[in-house]
């Protein structure tokens, strides 16, 4: 695996190189577009990324071809998002953890326990006018978010039962790549450990940690299970991850190309979110029957209790989560007296197809320069 990244990487290098010199030539005149993500090809997001590329395809189909690239294949989602910044790919999926340092504001979803329902999460989140000025925030870094996927809900699970957060203290626990996530784990009493994603499965096997926190798909799509035999379920994050593109890529699209994007975008995540709910019932059943993991259902309001501090914590410390903080809380408010207001998410008919007319050959482009030196350097 880490060979086939290697030769990706030095492919992307002399596309690049190439492309600088004006040597690349690809035959039917298309621009590549390419999409990295973390996950499996079964995984929902992989299933999202294929409407995505199928909707821009039947109407753009003359002039891109989307291809892509699973299982960190081109990197970490931190390489990843480098890559997208520079251009050297066009579209990346990664997790809010991974956008902080890029843009403070999304340090609010490392809070513990922010959203109190998942009706709640995906309401919010489908706020599609509220969280473009979000999506936005990234402009200065060179990339913008198109859409977002659900990535569940966030539990603890380790080679050993945690039924308490007495249970945490010092074990070493994964916790994502960012400092609002490692904060966290210190709050429930862990040590953390942040690596990326790809890195856990060994990690855990060689004890190297005890253990991670992550929603069930972790378990058999990434085969977390196969290592970590006991998943508690403490709920204590609901991370989305994002769809994310090159911005000199984005704001090069016509007006009408960029809302054939968007629409792709927002029926990836139609796609996604449906997937994901049928994934995850066959994932708990799949790691309790097939792997051997044991669900416990806990005792929730010790693990609030020992985080109780943290969201006002770190409101004091970062006046730019303010806002989208507020906001979820009258989803959250609304969600809990059961008042919903209507879908914000609009549903697209996938049914409904339209090529567009051939428009003039634009000559491939393989996107813009510079492939970050860590990349390049394989280490993946
Ligand atoms: C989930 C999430 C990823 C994230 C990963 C992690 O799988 O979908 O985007 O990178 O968790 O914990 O790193």
Redesign the pocket.
């Known amino acids: 695996m880490k060979n086939l990244k290697r030769i990706l990487i030095l492919c992307l290098c002399v596309f690049t190189l190439c492309s600088l010199s004006g040597c690349v030539q690809i035959g039917n005149g298309k621009k590549i577009i390419r999409i990295s993500h973390?996950q499996s090809e079964t995984h929902p997001e992989h299933i999202g990324l294929l409407k995505f590329k199928e909707y821009v395809e039947q109407r753009l189909g003359n002039k891109y071809e989307i291809q892509i690239f699973p299982n960190e294949l081109l990197g970490s989602?931190q390489k990843a998002i480098e890559l997208t910044q520079t251009g050297a790919i066009d579209f990346v999926v990664?997790?809010t953890a991974n956008l902080e340092t890029f843009a403070d504001i999304y340090e609010v979803f490392s809070m513990p326990y922010l959203f109190t329902s998942e009706e709640a999460y995906h309401r919010a989140m489908n706020d599609v006018d509220y969280m473009k000025t979000v999506y936005e925030s990234t402009d200065e870094a060179g990339f913008r978010v198109l859409t977002w996927y659900n990535?569940g809900t966030r539990s603890f699970y380790a080679k050993k039962p945690i039924n308490s957060p007495a249970d945490l203290k010092g074990m070493k626990m994964r916790v994502?790549q960012s400092p609002a996530s490692v904060n966290m784990a210190k709050a429930f009493g862990a040590a953390a450990s942040p690596m990326s994603?790809g890195e856990v499965y060994t990690a855990i096997q060689q004890n190297v940690i005890d253990g991670a926190e992550?929603?069930e798909l972790?378990l058999t799509n990434n085969k977390h299970g196969e290592v970590a035999k006991f998943y508690s379920y403490n709920r204590h994050q609901m991370v989305p991850?994002m769809l994310i593109g090159n911005l000199k890529f984005l704001q090069n699209l016509s007006t009408e190309e960029y809302q054939i994007f968007e629409e792709a975008a927002l029926l990836s995540t139609q796609v996604e979110m449906e997937e994901w709910d049928k994934q995850v019932e066959e994932a708990k059943q799949f790691a309790q029957q097939q792997m051997g993991v044991q669900f416990i259902e806990v005792d929730v309001q010790p693990f609030k209790d020992a985080v109780a501090d943290v969201q006002q914590q770190m409101l004091k410390e970062n006046e730019n989560i303010r806002d989208l903080y507020n906001h979820i809380q009258k989803y959250n408010e609304q969600a809990a007296q059961g008042i919903m207001p209507e879908e914000h998410l609009v549903i697209l008919d996938p049914a409904v197809p339209e090529v567009s007319q051939p428009a003039e050959s634009v000559g491939t482009e393989i996107s813009q320069p510079v492939v970050p030196e860590s990349a390049a350097q394989g280490g993946m």
Request: no cysteine; aromatic share 10%.
């Open positions: 973390a989602a990664a997790g990535a994502q994603f992550n929603n972790a991850d």
